[in-house]
């Protein structure tokens, strides 16, 4: 297994503002990945970062709203733009460790709550 | 594409009793499937996966699930629970394309 921390844990936010989410791992991976968790619900994949290419996104999910950066393979931001209350949720950032194994392992997740 | 259905939102088991959570699944592959733990303000732990070697895959915690590719499903299993069991489960499955599509959750509830 491997440490993967995010900053912030939680955070409450004014709308209309920007919060970026770090993820960290403690080893070098080609694949890591953004969720988001909203209240109640399972986890939806956001996009699909790889280091040195463009973060691939999912449907209904745009770069304009949800900017990644992957400067490294053990980072990775995630920028959740101009806000609302409907963004409250929790975002998680998770890690493929061996590659092609599609088994992933999560980070403890940030807790989004906009006012 | 893949999809998961758990059966199930919420489940209550006593202390000691088996916990059964019921997952099947979509694949149009021979699918990986996993199953994830979610305790109370955590992140997603993985429990146990299953990646097409021994179709009984056992896990962490006492967990054990079987792959039943006739019944398209991926039950998980513990023969007698414990409070620390209390959390929400997650099936999920992949086409083994990277990418996991996650079930509704269930949540456990353990009374002593």
């Known amino acids: 297994s491997a440490v993967i921390s995010q900053k912030p844990s939680r955070d409450i936010c004014q709308r209309g503002t920007s919060l970026t989410i770090q993820c960290q791992v403690d080893s070098q991976v080609t694949m890591m990945f953004w969720y988001r968790q909203q209240p109640g619900q399972s986890l939806t994949l956001i996009a699909t970062?790889?280091?040195?290419?463009?973060?691939?996104?999912e449907s209904g999910f745009v770069i304009d709203k949800f900017p990644i950066s992957r400067p490294n393979l053990t980072f990775s931001t995630l920028t959740v733009s101009n806000m609302s209350p409907e963004d409250s949720s929790i975002y998680l950032c998770s890690v493929e460790l061996q590659p092609n194994t599609d088994t992933q392992y999560f980070g403890p997740g940030t807790r989004l709550t906009v006012l | 594409a893949q999809s998961v259905t758990q059966l199930g939102s919420h489940v209550s088991v006593s202390e000691g009793a088996l916990v059964l959570l019921r997952c099947n699944y979509s694949s149009s592959v021979p699918p990986y499937l996993f199953w994830y733990v979610q305790y109370p303000n955590q992140g997603l732990q993985l429990l146990l996966k299953?990646?097409?070697?021994?179709?009984l895959v056992k896990g962490i915690n006492g967990f054990e699930a079987e792959f039943k590719k006739s019944e398209t499903s991926f039950h998980l299993t513990k023969p007698s629970a414990h409070m620390s069991d209390a959390a929400e489960y997650f099936c999920a499955v992949s086409d083994r394309d990277y990418k996991l599509s996650f079930g509704a959750g269930t949540t456990v509830t353990v009374r002593a």
């Open positions: 299953y990646t097409s070697a021994a179709t």
């Open positions: 970062a790889n280091q040195g290419s463009e973060a691939t996104y």
